[in-house]
């Protein structure tokens, strides 16, 4: 049964300090993109990479959210430092390669809560 | 940019027709439809790709009229499963990029 993992599902953490998010895509999916969902913005796109190569990340703020690919298997979100208003639940999802016109498989996501 | 779905919320006897409609200001490639359950991920449910096709899935299908840029879902003979928000997620180019809509709360009750 694939499906996107996503680590850890739920994390408390005080202002400042940093948060580390991963994810597992389905393997074979060459297509990943984060997500941040809150009642006020609803589910908005922060970044998203094709082949682990960032397509886009026009939605993060920059001045603290990073994500990366280390690898086809990896991808993570960090946020350094954090504000309560990072609280949210971020999503990932990945994606086939294009010609199975990119249904977006999302994984279970991250609460993180910023006190 | 973000796509206006109507009404914001529904509520369903069980066997009751709705139709769910999301609006986009700007020229449409496709429409996903997706829907999330509390505390759940979103899960796909249909793909319209510009050409005015109706897509089904089940009792539901949907429909997408590229010119007024809007597409709307139909859930025929509701099931208490069919609870949840729904998000229509629009795509302006063939990017894989989606931007989701508001989002339509829906309950079914027996």
């Known amino acids: 049964d694939a499906r996107v993992t996503q680590t850890p599902r739920h994390k408390v953490t005080e202002m400042g300090q940093e948060v580390t998010m991963r994810c597992q895509p389905i393997l074979g999916h060459n297509t990943v993109f984060w997500y941040r969902q809150t009642m006020m913005q609803g589910l908005e796109l922060l970044a998203y990479?094709?082949?682990?190569?960032?397509?886009?990340d026009s939605g993060m703020p920059k001045d603290r959210f990073s994500a990366e690919m280390p690898d086809a298997t990896l991808a993570t979100l960090k946020i350094q430092p954090s504000e309560p208003r990072d609280s949210a639940v971020y999503f990932c999802?990945?994606?086939?390669?294009?010609?199975?016109?990119?249904?977006?498989?999302f994984g279970a996501g991250t609460r993180l809560s910023v006190l | 940019q973000q796509p206006v779905q109507s009404p914001q919320a529904v509520i369903l006897r069980e066997g009751e027709d709705a139709v769910i409609n999301c609006s986009s200001s700007?020229?449409?490639?496709?429409v996903h439809w997706y829907r999330q359950k509390h505390g759940e991920a979103p899960v796909f449910l249909m793909i319209?790709?510009?050409?005015?096709e109706q897509k089904g899935h089940e009792k539901i299908s949907a429909s997408f009229n590229e010119k007024k840029q809007q597409s709307s879902l139909y859930l025929t003979a509701s099931q208490l499963s069919y609870s949840g928000t729904y998000f229509c997620?629009?795509?302006?180019?063939?990017?894989?990029?989606?931007?989701f809509g508001t989002g339509t709360r829906l309950q079914v009750f027996p």
């Open positions: 319209l790709l510009k050409g005015g």
């Open positions: 990479f094709r082949n682990r190569a960032p397509l886009d």
């Open positions: 999802a990945s994606g086939p390669p294009t010609g199975a016109k990119n249904i977006q498989y």
């Open positions: 700007k020229a449409l490639y496709s």
């Open positions: 997620g629009t795509e302006l180019g063939n990017t894989d990029k989606l931007i």
